[in-house]
Each structure stands twice: as C-alpha cells, then as structure tokens.
C-alpha cells in the first residue's frame, strides 16, 4: 500500500523559509515522478514543482528562484525548500506520485498525471 507522508509546514512570516518533507513507502520510489502541489482556500489545487526519475525539474513561474524540489532516493523522501515565502504562498501543501518515471519540460504540472497523493501540509506566511 503507497504512503505518503508530508512534514515540515507551519506558520511564518514573510521573507521567511520552510522545508517541507515527504516520506513515501509501499512502491519502487526512484522509478517515479513526484511533485508538489498546493491548495489555498477558495482556488483550484495548483502544480508548485516536479522532479522526474532523472532529477529534471519543472517550477511554477510563481515559485521559480524561490523554491526548490529534490528527492533523496535512498530514503524514499521528496523534498521541498521554500525560500522568500509570500503571503500568497499560503496553502495546504501536497505530495504526489505521477503514472510515468518522467514528464518533458513542456508538460504542464497537472493534478491527472498524478495517482497517489499525500493528506497535505499546512504552510501559512503572514505579511
């Protein structure tokens, strides 16, 4: 059974940093895409970043020189550092494992390539 696990959101101001985890168990976690995505109250759940099996990387264009995804294979963990938090960063957080091990560049971050998700992590910037 695939488990995800996120850790690490809470409650800081702006300009300041998070790291967020997720610890995943139950699936072969290397041959897989896995992503970030976020929720804020009232909007559509968002793509924040991927990586593929490879290590390639995609952000959002909000996100971009701001945060970072990686992944630690032989911990089976994804991580995300988010750095210069906005208010507008304020969502409940998600991790996801995509259906494939790698997307192009040019796909877009989509909810429907993903096929388990975590329960999600809140993370609140206050300005």
């Known amino acids: 059974q695939v488990q995800l696990v996120e850790s690490g959101g809470g409650s800081v101001q702006a300009g300041g940093s998070l790291r967020l985890s997720c610890a995943a168990s139950g699936y072969t976690y290397s041959r897989y895409c896995v992503a970030w995505f976020r929720q804020a109250p009232g909007k559509e759940r968002e793509g924040v970043a991927r990586?593929?099996?490879?290590?390639?990387?995609r952000y959002a264009d909000s996100v971009k020189g701001r945060f970072t995804i990686s992944r630690d294979n032989a911990k089976s963990t994804l991580y995300l550092q988010m750095n210069s938090l906005k208010p507008e960063d304020t969502a409940t957080y998600y991790c996801?494992?995509?259906?494939?091990?790698?997307?192009?560049?040019?796909?877009?971050?989509?909810?429907?390539?993903?096929?388990?998700w975590g329960q999600g992590t809140q993370v609140t910037v206050s300005s």
């Open positions: 990586i593929n099996s490879d290590g390639s990387t």
């Open positions: 996801a494992v995509a259906f494939a091990a790698s997307y192009s560049y040019t796909t877009p971050l989509q909810a429907r390539d993903y096929r388990y």
